[in-house]
C-alpha cells in the first residue's frame, strides 16, 4: 500500500534553516509529482511546493520562494524540503503528497498525503 | 490571501443535502479537486475532475462545476461528514502552479 512519511521537524530559531524528508512506499516514486503543503496552526492549507515527476521543474509559492528548495532522490524514494531564513510564519505542519496522476497529468491533484511533520520557529 | 475563495462555515442536517463552493477564475480553465480534513488527520482527497471519486468514498460524495465555480455536494449528509473541507487547482492568477481555498468547516447537525 502507498505510504508516505515525513520527518525532520522541530524547533528552530529565525532565520535558521531545517531540512524535511517523505520517505514513500508502495508505488513507484519516480514516475510521479510531489508537493509540500503546510498548514500553520488552526489554519487552512497553503501548496509550498511541487516537484515534477522527472525533477525537472521546481515550482513554489511566493511566501516561500527564494528560502525553500525542494528535490527528490529516486534512489531512495525520497522527497525533500531544504528551508533557509525561516521566520515565525513559517510555523506549521508540512506534508507531503503524491500527485494522483503519473507523469503530471494535471498536478494539483494528491491521492496520498503523509501525516505531517511539525515546524516551529521561534526564538 | 487565497485566489480560491470558500465560503468558512456551512451547516446541514443529518441525512439533508449541503453544497460547499469554491469560487476562482483558475476554475474558468482546471477543475478543482477537494479534500476532507478531519481535526488532527492529514487532507483526505474526496472527489476530483469532472466526476470522479477515488476508491472508498461514498458515493454521497458529488461534485460539478460552471463556469468559475466548483461544488462539492453531500448528498444525505452524515454524522462522520462533520470536517473541513478545501479545495484546490492549478493556479492562473499569481504565479504559483497550485492554490487552495480558504476551506469550509462544515457542521451536520
Known amino acids: 500500500q502507498v505510504q508516505l512519511g515525513e520527518s525532520g521537524g522541530g524547533v528552530v530559531q529565525p532565520g535558521g534553516s531545517l531540512r524535511l524528508s517523505c520517505a514513500t512506499s508502495?508505488?513507484?516514486?519516480?514516475?510521479?509529482?510531489m508537493h509540500w503543503v503546510r498548514q500553520a496552526p488552526g489554519k487552512g492549507l497553503e501548496w509550498v511546493s511541487f516537484?515534477?515527476?522527472?525533477?525537472?521543474?521546481?515550482y513554489y509559492s511566493n511566501s516561500v520562494k527564494g528560502r525553500f528548495t525542494i528535490s527528490r532522490d529516486d534512489s531512495r524514494n525520497t522527497l525533500y524540503l531544504q528551508m533557509s531564513g525561516l521566520r515565525l510564519e513559517d510555523t506549521a505542519v508540512y506534508y507531503c503528497?503524491?500527485?494522483?496522476?503519473?507523469?503530471?497529468?494535471?498536478?494539483?491533484?494528491?491521492?496520498?498525503w503523509g501525516q505531517g511533520t511539525l515546524v516551529i520557529v521561534s526564538s | 490571501s487565497s485566489e480560491l475563495t470558500q465560503v468558512p462555515a456551512v451547516s446541514v442536517a443529518l441525512g439533508q443535502t449541503v453544497r460547499i463552493t469554491c469560487q476562482g477564475d483558475?476554475?474558468?480553465?482546471?477543475?478543482a479537486s477537494w479534500y476532507q480534513q478531519k481535526p488532527g488527520q492529514a487532507p483526505l482527497l474526496v472527489f476530483y475532475?469532472?466526476?470522479s471519486r477515488p476508491s472508498g468514498i461514498p458515493d454521497r460524495f458529488s461534485g460539478s462545476s460552471s463556469g468559475n465555480t466548483a461544488s462539492l455536494t453531500i448528498t444525505g449528509a452524515q454524522a462522520e461528514d462533520e470536517a473541513d473541507y478545501y479545495c484546490?487547482?492549478?493556479?492562473?492568477?499569481?504565479?504559483?502552479?497550485?492554490?487552495f481555498g480558504g476551506g469550509t468547516k462544515l457542521t451536520v447537525l
Open positions: 503528497a503524491k500527485t494522483l496522476d503519473a507523469y503530471d497529468t494535471s498536478g494539483h491533484e494528491s491521492d496520498y
Open positions: 508502495g508505488f513507484t516514486f519516480r514516475n510521479y509529482g
Open positions: 516537484i515534477r515527476f522527472d525533477g525537472s521543474n521546481q
Open positions: 483558475s476554475l474558468r480553465t482546471y477543475y
Open positions: 475532475g469532472k466526476d
Open positions: 484546490n487547482s492549478r493556479d492562473t492568477t499569481a504565479n504559483q502552479f497550485v492554490v
